[in-house]
């Protein structure tokens, strides 16, 4: 994935620029070819904005960028860029030849980035950076101008279930199927209504007749059960749950609300998301919608997990940065970090006595981490792909997990015991949940079907979709 060749290549960079070059990289430096230049075809200077920042931030600033800073080389700006790091300057403004920058990249100096099990940079690539340089290595005359994404409605076929919930009560299961959101009694699994917004508009201007525009990322119920938060592509609305109608709409987000979560005492809620290799997303608004709080340069890569702590004193993140992060409250302040996932970090949860945390990869692993200490208590091994989902099962140790393996499991953070598996599903899950007393478990995933589970048995209940989806009985024969 392009991902992992991202943090190979920048691993390399912070280690050239930190004055540290391993054995292996010695080694890759002198059996790989130097990458040549090529001809340029261009009617205009090498422009930093246009030209190099694309550069740098689809290689570098994964690790280089917000609150990962390694080897002290900040390339999110030209001033960072040109700043350098512990090695010292990476750029000597008209001497490509003599810059680490440009020797690193196109393998003339060790160590080469990216590593030899890594695609190298191009031709393009490396003349493009050889010439902003030779030409002084220019600052940007005006700021990039950020894409502007036009949004449309899915096409029919396209409904993953990407977020469930399930109602404080533990009567109600919420769930998304692509831009839709249907509620389902959370015992029987019976469809009960869809949620829908009036104010929504296709392309063409006519009624949407859904939830969001784009696809339902994130879901979430408030304590008391009153409310539903829903998140998508740069917004999220709250629901009233009994009624079905809208009561605010939220926007302002940069890219897609991957997840939401409540505070213990249903007084706040908090909001991850955020572009794929740019400084993460994390918020922190007012049970009505009024944001209080933007973490800042939290994590370097988009945030898909999001918890408060029992008391709502602290907020645990995980994003695809590979970190676990904590951050203190109402400041933001960022107390603490824990690292050991080697891909995404896809869901985090705490103990109920606050003690604890668990959180789930696409590595494949669940971890438990102790809090107070910062070190990891443990692996949890038994999904074989993606571990793409976490939810603790109200004030127990437990926890339930999602993966890409199409299973759905049940475990205990103190012992990491798998207590139950969840029988049923034939794709990717997305998305899982539990009543607070452990009765009803909800998971759904790419089938597009959200399937209701006996939580304390395991025994699936339903396997549950709206009217419209249901598969149609076939036509009673024709009487002769």
């Known amino acids: 994935m392009r991902y992992l060749a991202l943090s190979a290549l920048t691993a390399a960079l912070v280690a050239g620029l930190s004055g540290v070059a391993t054995t292996q990289e010695k080694k890759d430096s002198k059996e790989l070819p130097v990458i040549p230049t090529t001809e340029l075809k261009l009617s205009e200077p090498v422009d930093y904005s246009k030209h190099i920042e694309p550069i740098f931030e689809n290689r570098c600033t994964v690790c280089h960028s917000g609150s990962i800073v390694e080897g002290k080389f900040d390339m999110s700006t030209h001033a960072g860029v040109m700043k350098g790091g512990k090695r010292g300057p990476a750029v000597v403004p008209g001497k490509a030849a003599e810059s680490n920058l440009f020797l690193f990249c196109s393998r003339q100096k060790r160590p080469i980035m990216p590593p030899k099990s890594e695609e190298p940079c191009t031709p393009q690539e490396v003349t493009l950076i050889k010439h902003w340089i030779d030409q002084g290595a220019k600052a940007p005359t005006m700021a990039r101008a950020k894409r502007v994404i036009a ?20 009567k109600v299961v919420a769930a998304s199927r692509g831009n839709q959101v249907h509620l389902y009694d959370a015992k029987k699994g019976d469809y009960l209504k869809s949620l829908l917004d009036p ?5 063409d201007g006519k009624e949407a007749k859904a939830a969001h525009v784009s696809l339902v990322e994130s879901l979430a119920f408030s304590p008391d059960g009153k409310t539903l938060a829903t998140g998508s592509f ?17 926007s302002g987000f940069a890219d897609r609300v991957t997840a939401v979560a409540y505070s213990a005492d249903g007084a706040k809620f908090a909001t991850a998301g955020g572009p794929p290799a740019e400084d993460g997303e994390i918020k922190v608004f007012t049970a009505a919608g009024k944001q209080e709080l933007d973490v800042r340069n939290g994590h370097s890569d988009t945030v898909y997990a999001v918890a408060f702590s029992p008391d709502g004193k602290l907020l645990a993140t995980g994003a695809a940065d590979k970190f676990v992060k904590v951050f203190e409250l109402p400041s933001g302040k960022h107390l603490k970090s824990f690292e050991g996932h080697t891909h995404h970090v896809m869901g985090v949860g705490w103990t109920p006595d606050g003690k604890k945390l668990a959180s789930c990869g696409a590595d494949n692993f669940v971890k438990v981490w102790d809090y107070e200490k910062g070190e990891k208590l443990r692996d949890m091994t ?8 976490l939810a603790f099962v109200g004030k127990t140790p437990q926890f339930l997990t999602g993966s890409g393996d199409n299973s759905v499991r049940m475990w205990n953070a103190d012992n990491g015991g798998n207590i139950r598996q969840f029988p049923g599903a034939t794709d990717y899950v997305y998305a899982v949940a539990a009543s607070p007393d452990g009765e009803v478990v909800a998971a759904g995933g790419e089938e597009g079907v959200v399937r209701v589970y006996n939580g304390k048995s395991g025994a699936l209940v339903k396997a549950a979709l709206p009217p419209d989806a249901e598969p149609k009985k076939d036509a009673p024969p024709a009487k002769k």
């Open 199 to 203: 104010q929504l508009k296709s392309a």
């Open 151 to 170: 949004v449309s409605l899915p096409p029919a076929q396209v409904r993953p279930v990407r977020a469930v919930a399930v109602s404080p009560d533990g």
């Open 382 to 389: 038994g999904h074989s792909k993606q571990v793409t989902a």
């Open 234 to 250: 740069r917004e999220l609305t709250l629901w009233d749950a009994e009624k079905g109608t809208v009561k605010e709409r939220v």
